[in-house]
């Protein structure tokens, strides 16, 4: 193991080390070479831990009877990829398993032949990432983006997206929280306020974007994305100003076909419930609003 695995880990609580615990990250090891590392209360976390490449080509290299590196908590930024070239020989040869789990139901492995990150396997989520959820217990990956994240933060965010979808993974739901933008004119890709974007997801279930003001024309372009997304059925606009009527000439037709719903949500808190008004895709209108408890 690591002499300082501090130095890696930086503002971790408690390390342990074979069994005793020192200074730096809460850090576990068993006597089969396994070195993981966890976040113990994630109230107390007010920073991300950015791990660069360097320290964890170094850690790799250092640790000489490591034989798996599990990562499981968001908080730790993991290279978003490595150059092959860059991977020590000897390092490769003993093929250590980096795992980084997310906390949204997929682990990953880092593939030392593409420095790229892999899915290595699926558990079943059986509590929310965060509290805007309620318990589920399935296997879809949901992903929350909003803009007080780091660059490097929603740069994973939207390569986990793609990953899962590229593998097929269902996204049960992707939520914008006031860091859309826009939609690009071809109907391909959601600009966010970072300006990084999102290009079309064949496997995402559920659109959320939270604290938004959009127009007619906005809308519809947000609409052509959706038309775009074959298992979207599910729209949902929190808490934003939209169009009090929607042209129903520019609706796509293909989504009336296919059944969206499309959902502006008002949630009050005093009242502790949240008010729904679902579009009508043929005449353009929201329906009467609906009062929902929780």
């Known amino acids: 193991m690591c002499d300082n695995p501090e130095m890696v880990f930086k503002i971790v609580k408690s390390t342990k080390k074979d069994g005793r615990d020192v200074d730096g990250g809460r850090c576990m090891r068993g006597s089969d070479g396994r070195l993981s590392s966890s976040e113990d209360d994630r109230g107390r976390w007010s920073t991300d831990v950015e791990i660069t490449r360097d320290e964890l080509l170094g850690l790799l290299q250092t640790c000489e009877g490591l034989t798996e ?11 978003l990829s490595i150059p092959p070239e860059m991977i020590p020989p000897a390092v490769k040869r003993r093929n250590i398993n980096i795992l980084y789990d997310r906390l949204n139901g997929l682990v990953y492995r880092l593939s030392f032949e593409h420095g790229q990150w892999k899915i290595h396997g699926q558990r079943a989520l059986d509590v929310d990432i965060f509290e805007r959820y309620r318990q589920r217990a399935d296997s879809s990956l949901y992903v929350v983006i909003d803009q007080i994240r780091s660059q490097l933060q929603q740069e994973w965010w939207l390569q986990e997206l793609m990953i899962a979808a590229e593998a097929g993974v269902m996204i049960g739901a992707l939520s914008l929280d006031e860091s859309f933008d826009t939609v690009a004119d071809n109907s391909q890709l959601i600009t966010l306020t970072s300006g990084l974007t999102i290009p079309v997801l064949q496997t995402v279930q559920e659109l959320d974007i939270w604290g938004t003001d959009i127009n007619q024309e906005m809308f519809i372009k947000i609409l052509s994305y959706v038309k775009e997304c074959p298992q979207l059925t599910l729209l ?5 100003q939209l169009p009090d009527v929607v042209d129903p000439e520019q609706i796509p037709s293909q989504l009336k076909q296919r059944g969206l719903e499309v959902i502006r949500r008002r949630v009050v808190e005093d009242d502790a419930c949240f008010r729904d008004r679902q579009l009508d895709l043929g005449s353009g209108r929201w329906d009467e609003e609906k009062i929902h408890r929780y």
């Open 69 to 79: 590196l599990w990562f499981d908590s968001p908080r730790f930024l993991l290279p």
């Open 236 to 240: 949902l606009f929190e808490d934003s």
